[in-house]
T-cell receptor, first 114, second 117 residues
Framework: KQEVTQIPAALSVPEGENLVLNCSFT??????LQWFRQDPGKGLTSLLL?????REQTSGRLNASLDKSSGRSTLYIAASQPGDSATYLC?????????????FGGGTRVLVKP | KAGVTQTPRYLIKTRGQQVTLSCSPI?????VSWYQQTPGQGLQFLFE???????NKGNFPGRFSGRQFSNSRSEMNVSTLELGDSALYLC????????????????FGPGTRLLVL
């Protein structure tokens, strides 16, 4: 059974500092891994999708890496801003799993202090 | 293009009642998935529909059911509501041009917050 873990559960940094968020998964046979952002009481916004054949994806200040062999992904957010405060979730899609089932980590709640 | 829409956004029910939630995917998307989010269990997969067929189901009791219409809109139903069903119910859609294509991004709606009293 695939398990996805995100540590730490919460993180507080001063504005301008780089953010490093970790995601680990137990089953390396994945199709892809997706990072999401969730603001309080809202739905999920997709940030980056990394296919299993890729090592990293970049979008603006965001960079996500994937190491399937070690079962890890890292999301880097450069020069954090107060608007980056949110909960960040990673989710994996298992290879061979029928359909579009995503298994989510518990999330990391981020607070960027001005 | 309009995003994924869910109705209603908020709902209050009492134990034993039933509820139906609706999800309209992004135009052209054929796959619709449902998730339950609670503080204790996090985000858990309920089921996925593709071309009006349920093709994947999570570990939820039979009180949770769903369906998809020919225009890809989807509904989920929860019968005999329990206090523990209080949660944010999220719907996600993806393009799914091919039946076994799983590489695309899933786009989530804002969710329906259900409170069971």
């Amino acid at each position: 059974k695939q398990e996805v873990t995100q540590i730490p559960a919460a993180l507080s940094v001063p504005e301008g500092e780089n953010l490093v968020l970790n995601c680990s998964f137990t089953d390396s046979a994945i199709y892809n891994l997706q990072w999401f952002r969730q603001d309080p009481g809202k739905g999920l916004t997709s940030l980056l999708l990394i296919q299993s054949s890729q090592r990293e994806q970049t979008s603006g200040r965001l960079n996500a890496s994937l190491d399937k062999s070690s079962g890890r992904s890292t999301l880097y957010i450069a020069a954090s801003q107060p608007g980056d405060s949110a909960t960040y979730l990673c989710a994996v899609r298992l290879l061979g799993a029928a359909g579009n089932k995503l298994t989510f980590g518990g999330g990391t709640r981020v607070l960027v202090k001005p | 293009k309009a995003g994924v829409t869910q109705t209603p956004r908020y709902l209050i029910k009492t134990r034993g009642q039933q509820v139906t939630l609706s999800c309209s995917p992004i135009s052209g998307h054929r796959s619709v998935s449902w998730y339950q989010q609670t503080p204790g269990q996090g985000l858990q997969f309920l089921f996925e529909y593709f071309s009006e067929t349920q093709r994947n189901k999570g570990n939820f009791p039979g009180r949770f059911s769903g369906r998809q219409f020919s225009n890809s809109r989807s509904e989920m139903n929860v019968s005999t509501l329990e206090l523990g069903d209080s949660a944010l119910y999220l719907c996600a859609s993806s393009l799914a041009l091919l039946a076994h294509q799983y590489q695309e991004t899933q786009y989530f709606g804002p969710g329906t917050r259900l409170l069971v009293l």
